[in-house]
Structure formats: structure tokens, C-alpha cells
């Protein structure tokens, strides 16, 4: 499984920008899906997650303000992020992790990250 993000940038305040993350390969077992971001200087923290039931979960900082979502098939994991503010700025990264079920033929607990892309938010 690999994945790939892109849709990063330099924006203003309050400005919009959708990030994409491609997912190819033998997305099955694929339960969780989820976005996280590392600013300079800080540890990498998870930004908002969705999971097989479609739950999802946003860190308090984002809430109302971005959303998570995927397609059906698992292939992609979006993130729409609104007004965003300078603090938002950091290199994001999306992450997949396959589930340990037996029903799908799914015997291995493994986590796919991909490479990264830059958010800039300009005050």
C-alpha cells in the first residue's frame, strides 16, 4: 500500500485548502484512515481520523473548521480545511492502518504513512 498526499501551499488567513491522499494498492484491509501534521519543532500530532464505521474523530484546534472524509473503495482520504490560521501551518501527512480481521482475510496489523505536504499559512 502506498500512499501519496498532495494539494499543500501557501495560503493567507482564513483562506481554504483541500488536501488529497491517494491510496493504491490492496486497500482491504484498510480500517482507519487519518491526517496528521508536524510543525518545526514539535512532535507530529493526529489532526482527524475517519474509521471503517465512517466515525470520525478532530482534534480540538480544528474542529469546526476542517473535515475528513474518504471514498467507499478506500482509495483516497480527503481533508477540507477552512479559515485556516497561521497555527495551522506544518507539513501534513496522511495515514492508513490495516485492521487485524479474519472475515476480510486480514491477519497482519500494518500502518502506511505517506511523504507529506506542506501547508504555509500567511498572517
Do not use: H
Not at 491526517?35 to 474509521?51: D, F, T
Amino acid at each position: 500500500v502506498q500512499l501519496v498526499e498532495s494539494g499543500g501551499g501557501l495560503v493567507q488567513a482564513g483562506d481554504s485548502l483541500r488536501l488529497s491522499c491517494r491510496v493504491s494498492g490492496d486497500t482491504k484491509c484498510i480500517s482507519t484512515m487519518a491526517w496528521y501534521r508536524q510543525a518545526p519543532g514539535k512532535e507530529r500530532e493526529q489532526v482527524a481520523r475517519i474509521r471503517d464505521s465512517g466515525t470520525t474523530y478532530y482534534v480540538d484546534s480544528v474542529k469546526g473548521r476542517f473535515t475528513i472524509a474518504r471514498d467507499d473503495a478506500k482509495t483516497a482520504v480527503y481533508l477540507q480545511m477552512n479559515n485556516l490560521k497561521p497555527e495551522d501551518a506544518a507539513d501534513y501527512y496522511c495515514r492508513a492502518v490495516d485492521t487485524i480481521d479474519t472475515a476480510r482475510d486480514c491477519r497482519n496489523w500494518e500502518e502506511y504513512w505517506g511523504q507529506g505536504t506542506q501547508v504555509t499559512v500567511s498572517s
